[in-house]
């Protein structure tokens, strides 16, 4: 690799994941290549590194953000070993905090994508640990590390700031708290050897993503894999399991004739496209389109985690 290669990663590394416009400034800027007009060449470029990057068990993979629909592109550490876990700044109960948060959000059979903050901080960290009958329960507890027994609840509204600040996790528009870029960059694999259904249109893990209300239709798709079809079709959505025809709440929508990225490949990353500009008609709200994409990149206020103390503390006493 030559020195563009090594700015590309280390731009990467130090910034975390970037989104798609943003990854491709970078590459126009150390490259001096028009990515709209260079596709071939930023794909070499991609390639070139992945293959660099494979021999120290590393990779530049891209993803789309369940919660904004965007592509963000990142380097993830492509294998999950004893020693590889050491490479973290998070204690164990942090870590055990943060799975505990990732299972209540992926377990959710309504696919919101999210929990509450409350419920992340009424998480207890033992049922991480241990998995027991109810006779079981007395003798394992005194089993469970001191560590995860005096985890305070000011510790964990701590590690979820820190989480979010990293982009493991993310703060919904209305206070909830859900997986962040990075979880969705780097747990890719896991999502799909834990059994989570995937999305019936791009086949990806559809944890935040609309249901089919048909009794005992199984059918998930991402909020913006479905206005790709309703685009298509014109407002009108048939479920392709069970033949239910979908009472759509998003407004009409006027698709202007751009490109916008493809669905991401991991070994040949899209380039050069534009995004569509999705235009309400005269007399449709917004707002419903909104509610239907609100997520982690929400530019509305949201309730943070330390707002929630008192609050929380509160239920904790209660339960």
Known sequence: MNWKHHTLIQSLM?????????????????????????????NAYLLKINKELSYVQMELRQCRNQNDGEVYYGIVNSVADDQSKLGTRFSAPQITLFKGVIDAIVQDTAAQGSI????ALNLR?????????????????????????????????KTIDELVHDKWLCQTSDGGIGLGVRSYLDLRSWFHSSGIPSCEVCNEAAIKAKMC???GCTFR????????????????????????QWDCQFPKLEVEAEDEPNDPVESRP???SKRKRLKTNRNGDSGNAQSQ???????????????????????????
């Open 213 to 215: 209300q048909s009794e």
């Open 221 to 244: 798709i991402h909020h913006y894999c479905l206005k790709k079809k309703l685009s298509q079709s014109r407002g009108k959505f048939v479920c392709p399991t069970c033949d239910t």
């Open 116 to 119: 509450s903050t409350i419920e």
């Open 125 to 157: 960290l033992e049922n991480q640990v241990y998995s027991v009958t109810e006779s079981q329960s007395q003798a394992a507890s005194s089993q469970v590390p001191t560590a995860l027994r005096n985890f305070s609840l000011s510790q964990k509204e």
């Open 270 to 272: 899209p380039v050069g």
């Open 293 to 319: 994409a609100a997520g982690c990149g929400s530019s509305q206020p949201s309730q943070s985690v330390s707002d929630l103390r008192r609050e929380t503390r509160s239920s904790a006493r209660l339960r």
């Open 14 to 42: 130090s910034r975390g994941p970037l989104n798609y416009n943003d990854f491709l400034k970078i590459f126009a800027a150390v490259t001096g290549k028009n990515p709209s007009k260079s596709d071939g060449e930023v």
